[in-house]
């Protein structure tokens, strides 16, 4: 028989209209390397 996994999938989807002032250095890393990697699509973290 075959295990099921029980993890839920969580799907991410970035509002492209939306403007966002990040304070955190980690932040605005994190965010420009979402637009770069995935600039429309959604994506799981």
């Given amino acids: ?3 099921l996994d029980e993890k ?3 799907i991410y989807k ?3 209209d ?3 002032h ?3 250095k980690s932040s605005r890393f ?3 390397e979402i637009n770069q990697k995935f ?3 959604p ?3």
């Fill in 8 to 10: 839920q999938t969580t």
């Fill in 1 to 3: 028989p075959k295990l």
């Fill in 18 to 20: 939306k403007n966002y």
């Fill in 14 to 16: 970035r509002a492209v």
């Fill in 22 to 24: 990040l304070k955190m």
């Fill in 39 to 41: 600039p429309i699509l």
């Fill in 30 to 32: 994190i965010f420009s």
């Fill in 43 to 45: 994506f799981t973290a």
